[in-house]
């Protein structure tokens, strides 16, 4: 198990922009280890006769026909909503700007 120190968590969670107590480092530096260990196993599989990959599934180009289909009734619609004006949704102004 790699050891990480909590020098080095209180320096990837400054890059973050993340602000940590102190009580927190040495949890996060635990479970970074078992992240990091967790990756060096991946790295351990021998992958020499597995051919390259881009999806599991090998399909391609899975695409559907579109289909019209009845829609909800515009009114049974608006009807349900908090508020509406104009046959639109009205939601709560959030920027000052008009």
Same mark, same amino acid.
């Given at each position: +198990? ?7 968590? /209180?320096?990837?969670?400054?890059? /973050? *922009? ?20 967790? =990756? ?12 390259? +990959?881009?999806? /599991? ?6 695409? *559907?026909?579109?289909?019209?289909? !009845?829609?909800?009734? *515009? ?6 909503? !908090? /508020? ?6 009205? =939601? ?7």
């Amino acid at each position: +198990m790699s050891k990480i120190s909590k020098e080095e968590v /209180a320096n990837l969670a400054k890059l /973050a *922009r993340l602000d940590l107590a102190e009580s927190e480092l040495d949890e996060y530096a635990k479970q970074l280890e078992i992240i990091l260990d967790s =990756v060096a196993k991946v790295g351990e599989v021998d992958t020499k006769n597995i051919q390259p +990959m881009s999806h /599991a599934t090998g399909a391609v180009n899975i695409f *559907r026909i579109d289909e019209t289909k !009845p829609s909800l009734n *515009r009114d049974e619609i608006l009807k349900s909503a !908090p /508020a509406s004006e104009e046959d639109k949704f009205k =939601v709560p102004r959030i920027l000052d700007e008009e």
